[in-house]
């Protein structure tokens, strides 16, 4: 069965320091990823996402995501943390073949960042 | 440009009774998709309507129902509440037609829902 897995539950960094985010999934075929920002009280913001081509993704706000198959990982990266960027970090993969509807997504449990200033 | 609107914001209900939760999707979007985010857990998929039907659904009771309105917009209701139940419900919306998903999906703010 299709998985998300984000093995940290909360990471605190310094503002101005690099940030690194953990997923892994687990699917037999090419999964259609997504991170997503969800702050205090509000609902999920799509940070960037991944379906198919150049395995490195540009997204909002200075983030970018590295699809690794052979590790089957697409971890989050951000060269400077921002005090703003404090939230939950969620990755999530489309369930089931390409053509599937994006509406129906498997989440991780998510990673909540502290910015340290 | 109305993006996602979900109401009401919070709610409070005693265990045993039902709860509709609404949802108005963004503008031009036709598929509605509801998920419950339990208190430090990622969001589960509980079902997704399109063209007033439910087309996919996720390991949810029956107790979860729901409708699509002529207007996109949607209803979710939970019966027979259960402790459980106490969740952020997060409404969805896209656009059904793009299969290459370049339209991202929209999400609402939520609505708190409390059993007590």
């Known amino acids: 069965a299709q998985s998300v897995t984000q093995p940290d539950i909360h990471i605190t960094v310094s503002e101005g320091a690099s940030l690194e985010l953990r997923c892994n999934y687990s699917?037999?075929?090419?999964?259609?990823l997504f991170w997503y920002v969800q702050s205090p009280g509000q609902g999920l913001q799509l940070l960037l996402k991944?379906?198919?081509?150049?395995?490195l993704v540009q997204g909002i706000k200075g983030f970018e995501a590295e699809f690794k198959r052979s590790q089957s990982s697409f971890n989050l990266r951000k060269p400077s943390v921002h005090w703003s960027d404090a939230a939950e970090y969620f990755c999530?993969?489309?369930?089931?073949?390409?053509?599937?509807?994006?509406?129906?997504?498997?989440f991780g449990k998510g990673t909540k960042l502290s910015v340290k200033p | 440009d109305a993006g996602v609107t979900q109401s009401p914001t919070h709610l409070i209900k005693t265990r045993g009774q039902q709860v509709t939760l609404r949802c108005s999707p963004k503008?031009?979007?036709?598929?509605v998709s509801w998920y419950q985010q339990a208190l430090g857990q990622g969001p589960q998929f509980i079902f997704q309507?399109?063209?007033?039907?439910?087309?996919q659904r996720g390991n949810f009771p029956d107790r979860f129902s729901g409708h699509q309105f002529p207007n996109y917009s949607s209803e979710l209701n939970v019966n027979a509440l259960l402790l459980g139940d106490s969740a952020l419900y997060l409404c969805?919306?896209?656009?059904?037609?793009?299969?290459?998903?370049?339209?991202?999906?929209?999400f609402g703010n939520g609505t708190r829902l409390t059993v007590t």
């Open positions: 969805a919306s896209s656009l059904r037609q793009d299969s290459s998903y370049n339209s991202p999906l929209h």
């Open positions: 503008s031009g979007h036709d598929t």
């Open positions: 991944y379906f198919s081509g150049d395995t």
């Open positions: 699917y037999g075929a090419t999964p259609y």
């Open positions: 309507y399109y063209e007033e039907e439910e087309r």
């Open positions: 999530a993969v489309v369930r089931g073949n390409y053509g599937g509807s994006q509406g129906n997504l498997i």
